[in-house]
């Protein structure tokens, strides 16, 4: 069987700046990102009718995914351990939505929020609620379409829905990022970073965002911001 070679059309970039604090699912989080396209694909007429869709599909690569990033090609395992189910049990991996796949691409649905047609890098796509680390590489850009795409009656499996946690971030460090930043980095925050595996109130973790470290602790549904510095 012939192999499919996939090249990247563009790149997304935003504040996710590790993959600690990604929301799991795309859709969850106020973050805003930018998708810039490689220089053999800025021919604006490709583009053309974008700006009548609202919400898009997003094909993409799993950059991070330590297996295909140490060249173990055709290394993969039938079974994972889902964050959601605690790290412990194995659930076959087409199953979940875990990186570590045969082909590691994924796959996010995300808002349109405009498109920038004349930048010096060609037209340039902003977008809302992406759950992609800065710099991965994107496939593939198709319009979300609700009439087929959504299927609100779906059973979700074991990847049941969580409520989201109570942050509580004091102004005095809200105040040393940028205010444009504060919705998307609150809205990520309360999708609870930490592994489902950790509840440890005393401990302190540390999210890189946006050229900033938030440090924050979470007991019971409460995520309380302790510091925020510069620097990752």
């Not at 869709?53 to 140490?70: G, I, P």
């Not at 105040?175 to 109130?201: C, F, M, T, V, W």
Request: hydrophobic share 35%; glycine share 8%.
């Amino acid at each position: 069987m012939a192999e499919l070679t996939c090249r990247s059309i563009a790149r997304i970039y935003n504040d996710y700046s590790g993959k600690f604090g990604i929301p799991r699912q795309s859709g969850l989080a106020s973050v805003e990102s930018i998708i810039i396209f490689e220089p053999e694909y800025r021919n604006p007429d490709a583009l053309r009718g974008l700006e009548m869709y609202s919400h898009l599909w997003l094909l993409w690569q799993f950059s991070e995914n330590v297996q295909t990033t140490a060249g173990r090609s055709g290394s993969w395992n039938p079974t994972v351990r889902p964050p959601k189910l605690g790290g412990n049990t194995r659930m076959g991996v087409f199953a979940t939505r875990s990186p570590f796949r045969p082909n590691p691409i994924g796959l996010s649905s995300v808002e349109l929020v405009r498109i920038e047609w004349d930048t010096p890098k060609g037209a340039v796509l902003h977008v809302r609620g992406a759950d992609l680390m800065n710099g991965t590489p994107v496939f593939d850009i198709k319009p979300y379409l609700p009439y087929t795409d959504a299927h609100p009656e779906a059973s979700c499996g074991f990847a049941l829905t969580e409520t989201p946690l109570t942050v509580d971030c004091p102004e005095i460090l809200l105040e040393r990022i940028p205010p444009e930043k504060h919705e998307g980095l609150l809205s990520a925050l309360a999708q609870d970073p930490r592994p489902a595996y950790q509840n440890d109130p005393s401990r302190v973790y540390c999210m890189p965002f946006g050229g900033y470290t938030v440090s924050f602790t979470v007991a019971d549904e409460t995520l309380t911001v302790t510091d925020i510095t510069t620097g990752e």
